[in-house]
């Protein structure tokens, strides 16, 4: 048998990908994540739910849908479409292969399984144990990387608590998290006892992550561990809270990614993920993760936030920036770590291409109106363009963001259509533009509010005669 080659340069990744013979499916109820990665990858193809592209998406499979489903979380969706008929036809078809998903469980994994496919993610036993808050902050300390300050423990009352808090010289104003979840809904404001009371029942019994509450600008970055080291994509800051965009106090609602500025945080943030990464591969996790920072904005410190064991809703900018502008989308190496591949390339000199690029920002649109009502008309997927009065109108049919050409147009990835239904919270969709979407002191831009006014004006609806069971999470389908 000949010997493999080596994969020593860029142009042997991309001979690499283009001459890939094993499908490699991304499945998730959208494209979103990693729209735009099949540009440059044989036989890769997407499997959603949501049907964002009218069937027009080349690389795009949307089964056909039989009856109302009533999913809890992205898992629930995946584990759908695996089950589905018309999913698992289209599979066999095409012969085994690797399957890529953001979220997945142990059902999940039993299902690619019977179907002769490869998750290339690691397992979820190993993803389950990093997400937690509590296993985050323990890896961060033994790679160096440092949280905010805090102290780890449980309390079954505020008094307890706040012993906790005191030991560890943290004050009385608290930020308090417990292992797992959505930060948005498991992380906790303590101020009083009042507080605690209202949010005991999520507290007591749990291993609890207790910190001083800072001023800080949230961001996030994502990375890839692999064997030779861990890549490390452009720092975002993150998006939050806006009621243009999500009815949620505090909820992530998009990012910023943008040169000029910042350069010290910029190097120690890079230095942590880097850290970060090494020791995930030694704990055995390997590929794409997610690693959000807190900058403090009194002292210029820069905090360890979390962990996220996947690819995430930062994304999409992580794989424009980096293979627009850095020659070689980052998500290639993540590959590289799962498939049938023997490579050996200069990782800073890969890192050094990412260094500099044009501001970008995306908003994730939920609707934030406390009404439920059926969309009969949705906007497009594609390009849209606005004009001075803040109008917008469709330019061009798109299948990513690649081709977004100035500030006055944006892509816009449907979500719900005609048919679905409106209520407070659903995702509608996904805006990317080129520039920033956020001022410097986290105000949303006016651009960014005529945007997300404007596509909000292109779905038209019907009031419902009757009430109808919409779903009581915030269930993220992206």
């Given at each position: 048998?000949?010997?493999?080659?080596?994969?020593?340069?860029?142009?042997?990744?991309?001979?690499?990908?283009?001459?890939?013979?094993?499908?490699?499916?991304?499945?998730?109820?959208?494209?979103?994540?990693?729209?735009?990665?099949?540009?440059?990858?044989?036989?890769?193809?997407?499997?959603?739910?949501?049907?964002?592209?009218?069937?027009?998406?080349?690389?795009?499979?949307?089964?056909?849908?039989?009856?109302?489903?009533?999913?809890?979380?992205?898992?629930?969706?995946?584990?759908?479409?695996?089950?589905?008929?018309?999913?698992?036809?289209?599979?066999?078809?095409?012969?085994?292969?690797?399957?890529?998903?953001v979220?997945?469980?142990?059902?999940?994994?039993?299902?690619a399984?019977?179907?002769?496919?490869?998750?290339?993610?690691?397992?979820?036993?190993?993803?389950?144990?990093?997400?937690s808050?509590?296993?985050?902050?323990?890896?961060?300390?033994?790679?160096?990387?440092?949280?905010?300050?805090?102290?780890?423990?449980?309390?079954?009352?505020?008094?307890?608590?706040?012993?906790?808090?005191?030991?560890?010289?943290?004050?009385?104003d608290?930020?308090?998290?417990?292992?797992?979840?959505?930060?948005?809904?498991?992380?906790?404001?303590?101020?009083s006892?009042?507080?605690?009371?209202?949010?005991?029942?999520?507290?007591?019994?749990?291993?609890?992550?207790?910190?001083?509450?800072?001023?800080?600008?949230?961001?996030?970055?994502?990375?890839?561990?692999?064997?030779?080291?861990?890549?490390?994509?452009?720092?975002?800051?993150?998006?939050?809270?806006?009621?243009?965009?999500?009815?949620?106090?505090?909820?992530?609602?998009?990012?910023?990614?943008?040169?000029?500025?910042?350069?010290?945080?910029?190097?120690?943030?890079?230095?942590?993920?880097?850290?970060?990464?090494?020791?995930?591969?030694?704990?055995?996790?390997?590929?794409?993760?997610?690693?959000?920072?807190?900058?403090?904005?009194?002292?210029?410190?820069?905090?360890?936030?979390?962990?996220?064991?996947?690819?995430?809703?930062?994304?999409?900018?992580?794989?424009?920036?980096?293979?627009?502008?850095?020659?070689?989308?980052?998500?290639?190496?993540?590959?590289?770590?799962?498939?049938d591949?023997?490579?050996?390339?200069?990782?800073?000199?890969?890192?050094?291409?990412?260094?500099?690029?044009?501001?970008w920002?995306?908003?994730?649109?939920?609707?934030?109106?406390?009404?439920?009502?059926?969309?009969?008309?949705?906007?497009?997927?594609?390009?849209?363009?606005?004009?001075?009065?803040?109008?917008?109108?469709?330019?061009?049919?798109?299948?990513?963001?690649?081709l977004?050409?100035?500030?006055?147009?944006?892509?816009?990835?449907?979500?719900?259509?005609?048919?679905?239904?409106?209520?407070?919270?659903?995702?509608?969709?996904?805006?990317?533009?080129?520039?920033?979407?956020?001022?410097?002191?986290?105000?949303?831009?006016?651009?960014?509010?005529?945007?997300?006014a404007?596509?909000?004006?292109?779905?038209?609806?019907?009031?419902?005669?009757a009430?109808?069971?919409?779903?009581?999470?915030?269930?993220?389908?992206?």
């Amino acid at each position: 048998m000949a010997k493999k080659p080596v994969i020593r340069s860029l142009s042997d990744v991309y001979e690499f990908f283009r001459l890939n013979q094993k499908p490699i499916y991304f499945l998730s109820p959208t494209p979103y994540n990693i729209l735009g990665l099949g540009r440059w990858v044989n036989k890769f193809e997407y499997i959603n739910f949501f049907d964002s592209f009218d069937g027009t998406h080349p690389k795009a499979f949307v089964p056909r849908e039989h009856g109302p489903h009533e999913f809890r979380s992205i898992e629930d969706v995946n584990n759908h479409l695996l089950k589905h008929p018309q999913v698992r036809d289209y599979i066999k078809a095409r012969g085994p292969g690797y399957l890529l998903l953001v979220m997945l469980d142990e059902e999940t994994e039993k299902l690619a399984k019977d179907l002769g496919m490869k998750i290339a993610l690691p397992r979820v036993k190993l993803r389950k144990w990093i997400d937690s808050k509590v296993n985050t902050t323990r890896l961060g300390n033994e790679a160096g990387v440092k949280s905010a300050p805090n102290t780890l423990g449980r309390a079954k009352t505020y008094a307890e608590l706040m012993a906790l808090a005191a030991k560890a010289k943290l004050g009385k104003d608290l930020v308090v998290q417990t292992p797992y979840g959505d930060s948005g809904r498991t992380t906790f404001f303590i101020k009083s006892e009042a507080d605690w009371q209202k949010y005991a029942e999520d507290m007591a019994g749990e291993d609890l992550k207790v910190m001083k509450r800072i001023n800080h600008l949230p961001g996030t970055v994502e990375a890839v561990a692999t064997r030779h080291g861990t890549l490390v994509g452009p720092i975002q800051t993150d998006i939050t809270g806006f009621g243009e965009l999500t009815p949620y106090k505090g909820g992530w609602c998009g990012n910023d990614v943008f040169t000029g500025g910042m350069e010290r945080e910029r190097k120690a943030v890079l230095k942590m993920a880097q850290r970060l990464g090494d020791r995930l591969y030694k704990e055995g996790y390997r590929g794409a993760f997610c690693m959000d920072f807190l900058i403090d904005t009194d002292s210029g410190e820069v905090y360890l936030g979390e962990i996220n064991p996947r690819v995430s809703g930062a994304s999409p900018l992580t794989n424009l920036i980096t293979s627009t502008y850095g020659g070689c989308p980052i998500y290639f190496f993540h590959l590289l770590e799962f498939m049938d591949a023997d490579w050996e390339l200069d990782l800073s000199q890969i890192q050094k291409r990412w260094a500099e690029f044009d501001n970008w920002s995306q908003l994730i649109l939920k609707y934030p109106e406390d009404k439920v009502e059926m969309i009969t008309k949705a906007p497009s997927s594609g390009i849209w363009q606005m004009d001075d009065k803040g109008d917008i109108k469709l330019v061009r049919k798109s299948i990513d963001w690649f081709l977004v050409s100035g500030e006055q147009e944006a892509f816009y990835l449907r979500v719900y259509t005609g048919g679905d239904y409106r209520y407070k919270g659903a995702d509608m969709g996904i805006l990317v533009s080129r520039g920033r979407m956020q001022n410097d002191n986290r105000t949303l831009t006016e651009r960014a509010k005529k945007w997300a006014a404007a596509i909000h004006s292109k779905f038209e609806t019907v009031p419902l005669t009757a009430p109808v069971a919409v779903p009581e999470t915030k269930t993220k389908m992206y």
